[in-house]
T-cell receptor
Framework: AQKVTQAQTEISVVEKEDVTLDCVYETRDTTYYLFWYKQPPSGELVFLIRRNSFDEQNEISGRYSWNFQKSTSSFNFTITASQVVDSAVYFCALRENSGYSTLTFGKGTMLLVSP | DTAVSQTPKYLVTQMGNDKSIKCEQNLGHDTMYWYKQDSKKFLKIMFSYNNKELIINETVPNRFSPKSPDKAHLNLHINSLELGDSAVYFC?????????????FGPGTRLLVL
């Protein structure tokens, strides 16, 4: 069965600090997909990134970067020079390749960025 | 031009009532989903429909009945509401049902059962 663990329940940083949100996953499939979503205080779920299991290249998008390491089953998310607007709950999620598989979410990490 | 929309955004009702939540997507996707987010923010799949057919039905009480009149709509009807049904319900859609397809979420419906 697939499982996603986000061990950090809440992280507090001061603006301009860098912060890394951890995500560890478990799956028996060799092909799977990893996702990060952001849920700001307004409540909607915003898609951030999708990563395929066969593509271990790290990705950078502005201040956001993702480090995918199959050897440690981790897909960590780093925000560089954090801003108050980054305050949100961040969810890591996993879906196996089967059409009947479900998107399994971690419990989320609440990030609080103070000025 | 909202991609996935839900109505209502807020729903406050008494125990025992029946209520419906509507979802529409204008992305041309084939697959739609309902998720429940509890008070601890945990997100869990409830149902998934592909081309109007039910493909995923997690262990949800049969008081919950989804209906998909067409590919663009997936509604959720809840009978005999209970206090434990209070949660945020999210609708989502994806191009199709395969694992690689990104799911895009609606704004959520905040249900409070008194």
């Amino acid at each position: 069965a697939q499982k996603v663990t986000q061990a950090q329940t809440e992280i507090s940083v001061v603006e301009k600090e860098d912060v890394t949100l951890d995500c560890v996953y478990e799956t028996r499939d060799t092909t799977y997909y990893l996702f990060w979503y952001k849920q700001p205080p307004s409540g909607e779920l915003v898609f951030l990134i999708r990563r395929n299991s066969f593509d271990e290249q790290n990705e950078i998008s502005g201040r956001y970067s993702w480090n995918f390491q199959k050897s440690t089953s981790s897909f960590n998310f780093t925000i560089t020079a954090s801003q108050v607007v980054d305050s949100a709950v961040y969810f890591c999620a996993l879906r196996e390749n089967s059409g009947y598989s479900t998107l399994t979410f971690g419990k989320g990490t609440m990030l609080l960025v103070s000025p | 031009d909202t991609a996935v929309s839900q109505t209502p955004k807020y729903l406050v009702t008494q125990m025992g009532n029946d209520k419906s939540i509507k979802c529409e997507q204008n992305l041309g996707h084939d697959t739609m989903y309902w998720y429940k987010q509890d008070s601890k923010k945990f997100l869990k799949i409830m149902f998934s429909y592909n081309n109007k057919e039910l493909i995923i039905n997690e262990t949800v009480p049969n008081r919950f009945s989804p209906k998909s009149p067409d590919k663009a709509h997936l509604n959720l009807h809840i009978n005999s509401l209970e206090l434990g049904d209070s949660a945020v319900y999210f609708c989502a859609s994806s191009q199709d049902q395969v694992g690689q397809e990104t799911q895009y979420f609606g704004p959520g419906t905040r249900l409070l059962v008194l």
